[in-house]
């Protein structure tokens, strides 16, 4: 009788544990959306302008070679 007890106040306890577990406050609010601006397409004009430069010095430095 007395594994009988200890069962039913185990099972108890676990349904009270799984409902206090699922009760969890709901998902936040969409944080508001960063504007892109200008500063993107710096950073693009500034990274195509690097690229240019490397591709031109190593033009330059394929002609001193004489490749």
Known sequence: ???????????????????????????????SQAPIDGGLGLLAAAGGGYALKKLRDRKKRQEESGL
Do not use: D, H, R
């Open 1 to 31: 009788m007395k594994t009988l007890i200890y069962i039913f106040i185990a099972i108890v306890f676990l349904l009270a544990l799984s409902i206090i577990v699922v009760a969890q406050p709901g998902l936040p609010a969409n944080p």
